[in-house]
């Protein structure tokens, strides 16, 4: 059973940064696609960033700039790190990753539907 932990969430001023963390137990191989999403009070989720195994980068406009997405195989640990952060990132974050290769079928990788495992999350508070 795969199970995916955050941390490093957090309350910061606007302007400033925080580094998530997203640790794999479970999963010893690297997921075809790892991701970052957020969901506001009242909101949907929405994805932030997404790391495909070749490498290959996505961002939402929203964060493109500010956000960075990677990953240290070594210590199967995803990072989400945030920059000039601002009030409305105020969310609680999630990682996902697809294991059964779910992006084949050409699915968007801010699609919930296209990870088949999520982390309980980790709140980031950013005021004004």
């Known amino acids: 059973q795969v199970q995916l932990v955050e941390s490093g969430g957090g309350s910061v001023q606007a302007g400033g940064s925080l580094r998530l963390s997203c640790a794999a137990f479970?999963?010893?191989?690297?997921?075809?696609?790892m991701g970052w999403f957020r969901q506001a009070l009242g909101k949907k989720r929405e994805g932030d960033a997404a790391?495909?195994?070749?490498?290959?980068?996505s961002y939402a406009d929203s964060v493109k700039d500010r956000f960075t997405i990677s990953r240290d195989s070594a210590k199967n640990t995803l990072y989400l790190q945030m920059n000039n952060l601002k009030p409305e990132d105020t969310a609680r974050y999630y990682c996902?990753?697809?294991?059964?290769?779910?992006?084949?079928?050409?699915?968007?990788?801010?699609?919930?539907?296209?990870?088949?495992?999520w982390g309980l999350g980790t709140q980031v508070t950013v005021s004004s």
């Open positions: 790391l495909v195994s070749d490498g290959s980068t």
């Open positions: 479970g999963y010893p191989y690297q997921p075809y696609c």
């Open positions: 996902a990753a697809d294991t059964q290769n779910r992006g084949r079928y050409g699915g968007k990788w801010s699609s919930e539907y296209e990870y088949n495992y």
